[in-house]
Structures are given as C-alpha cells and as structure tokens.
C-alpha cells in the first residue's frame, strides 16, 4: 500500500522541483536507481541476464 501511494504521488508535480524522487519505473524502489535506463539495479541485473536490454553484457572474470 505504501509502495503504490508514493508511485500515485510520484506521478503527481512536485510543489518545489528539489522534491522529486528517482524511482524504478518496474517497481517504485526509491534507491539503487539506474538513470541512464530508469530502473533500480535489481530489475537492471535480472533483464541484463535475460539479454532483455540491448548492448548490455554481464561481465564475468
């Protein structure tokens, strides 16, 4: 319930623009936020390793 209100409350304008919150547009997490593909690093990881994302490759070594 938390979760959903603060994605209603996201979608909304801020009243001052230093409020608004990077979230993960696949589930709302506020922190480990990826802006470059707008997601948080957990989704990130799953669809690299998946190869959902193009041009992304899990290094390994």
Known sequence: MA???M???L???PKFKIRH???CQICGRPRGYIGKF???RLHFRELALRG???GVIKSSW
């Open 52 to 54: 959902d994302i193009p």
């Open 11 to 13: 979608r909304r304008k």
């Open 38 to 40: 707008k997601m948080c």
């Open 3 to 5: 979760r959903t209100s």
């Open 7 to 9: 994605m209603a409350k």
């Open 21 to 23: 919150r990077n979230r």
